[in-house]
């Protein structure tokens, strides 16, 4: 959406009630979008974020310091670095995460490992040349405050399996981190319900199949 549309906060109202809407995105690419996030142009975006609690995912490549003004201004707005916070335009695997690492000091502010084997990596799957940068990151932010999103429509240099395996089997995160960064930290971010435990799902395949005789015609596709 247009951060200088004069309807933004009806926008953000009508999707906060949408049933299963969990967060917002945004996106600076261009010069002029650029400018925009320089000079402030995302607070009336972000009021509208803290109003309806809702975290705000932020694609802002070259421009990740700027998100320090808005960390401090909305202390109680929970930012999302997207796309490992590198620049797009790096020689290939040559980009860095310094200035995304920096923000880790503020506690609102998360980080996506999203396109690492294309931004970050210049080796062949497992990519060990990721581990000390994934290291680095889950040491700064913390595995609570890091994610991981396969992109895979979109990442060239591996395919999903691979973007997941090398998280599941990564010699330098313990088993705990792995389940923040693959599922925990997104749904605490999102405030996403937890999955059912194998109880729950018994007892409602149990009230399923009590409507599913013959005289009521129901089915079960899920």
């Not at 590198?86 to 506690?107: Q, W």
């Amino acid at each position: 959406m247009d951060l200088r549309d004069p309807g933004i906060e009806g926008w953000i109202e009508t999707l906060a009630a949408a049933p299963g809407f969990k967060g917002l995105r945004t996106l600076f690419f261009t010069p002029s979008e650029g400018a925009v996030f320089a000079d402030g142009g995302c607070d009336r975006l972000l009021h509208a974020a803290r109003a309806y609690s809702l975290p705000v995912f932020i694609t802002c490549p070259g421009r990740v310091r700027l998100l320090a003004s808005y960390a401090e201004r909305f202390p109680d707005v929970q930012f999302v670095i997207d796309h490992c916070g590198v620049v797009f335009d790096a020689p290939g695997g040559k980009a860095t995460i310094d200035d995304a690492v920096a923000m880790a000091r503020y506690p609102n502010v998360a980080y996506k490992w999203a396109h690492a084997p294309d931004f970050l990596s210049t080796t062949a799957y497992p990519f060990p040349d990721l581990e000390p940068k994934l290291r680095r990151a889950v040491d700064a932010f913390g595995p609570e405050r890091v994610m991981w999103a396969s992109d895979y429509t979109m990442i060239r240099r591996a395919n999903w399996g691979e973007g997941l395996f090398s998280i599941r089997h990564s010699p330098s995160l313990a088993e705990d981190e792995k389940a923040w960064i693959l599922g925990g930290t997104a749904r605490w971010v999102l405030n996403w319900p937890p999955p059912q435990t194998l109880s729950e799902a018994t007892s409602v395949s149990s009230h399923r199949a009590a409507f599913s005789g013959p005289d009521h015609g129901y089915h079960d596709h899920s």
